[in-house]
């Protein structure tokens, strides 16, 4: 009996404090990682290595990356010591010929990508390589990655995208964290949803033509981008479920997209 594909599944990650947080979107996490079939392997996808270049991590003991500041000293003493996976580098590098990809020895796991696999897989047993955001693309190209990603399905690699999408930070609601969102951050949210819902990729790629929400909720796109990698890879008969819902702050979605598989349904 041949086994299923691997979900791909995009997460919003919101704060590095949740690493060393124990909240309703960890819990979360903790019960998707043990929901979700092993995986051989991990290529993640996430919106702090966002660089002019489509790289790929090639190290076998890839470092953990503390990329913020003002933070207290207990989130930099985390580690997340997974292995790299230089085989499945070469095989990302392979399915996405011709497209020039660098085999990068110097990047290692950065907070979107530790500080949710720290509560997914707390092992740190399975191991990761991520894929850089080229900053000099458009938004297909992303999608289009995606698309060539999508048999590592089929190898037992979990393709994991971490960013929000909805990332507005300068206008985080930092006295009410837990205050209803913006109208506009709840509008984008729910409208990026039935899109999603209904296999319709195209304004998604485009997503500035969705208007003035999209605008607020997308100020920059380097966490919105990690979705498209994830929807590239549908197969065009997934089931996509949301098993992770909540709006922080205000503008910071942490919405959850789950391609394929079975999450039993939503987790928040």
Do not use: K
């Amino acid at each position: 009996m041949e086994s299923s594909p691997l979900p791909a599944i995009f997460l919003g990650h919101g704060s590095p404090m949740n690493a060393i947080g124990q909240n309703r979107y960890t819990e979360a996490w903790q019960r998707l990682g043990s929901r979700t079939p092993l995986p051989s392997a991990i290529l993640a996808v996430s919106a702090h290595w966002f660089v002019s270049d489509t790289a790929l991590t090639i190290g076998t003991r890839p470092r953990t990356i503390h990329d913020f500041r003002g933070f207290p000293e207990a989130l930099y003493q985390v580690q997340y010591p997974a292995p790299g996976d230089p085989e499945l580098a070469r095989r990302v590098q392979r399915l996405l010929a011709p497209l020039h990809v660098t085999l990068d020895d110097t990047w290692g796991l950065d907070h979107g990508t530790w500080s949710v696999l720290c509560h997914m897989y707390p092992e740190a047993n399975v191991p990761v390589v991520q894929l850089s955001i080229n900053a000099s693309q458009p938004a297909q190209y992303h999608f289009d990655i995606g698309q060539a990603l999508a048999p590592l399905r089929d190898e037992n690699v979990l393709i994991l995208g971490s960013g929000n999408l909805v990332h507005n930070l300068r206008l985080y609601d930092r006295e009410r964290t837990n205050a209803a969102p913006y109208d506009w951050a709840a509008g984008f949210e729910r409208h990026a949803r039935e899109l999603i819902i209904a296999n319709d990729v195209g304004p998604l790629i485009d997503y500035d033509s969705l208007g003035p929400d999209a605008r607020l909720s997308i100020p920059t796109p380097e966490h919105y981008l990690p979705l498209l990698y994830v929807l590239g890879s549908h197969s065009g008969s997934d089931v996509v479920s949301f098993p992770i819902e909540g709006i922080e702050g205000r503008s910071i979605s942490m919405l959850a997209v789950h391609v394929g598989g079975d999450t039993h349904g939503a987790m928040t």
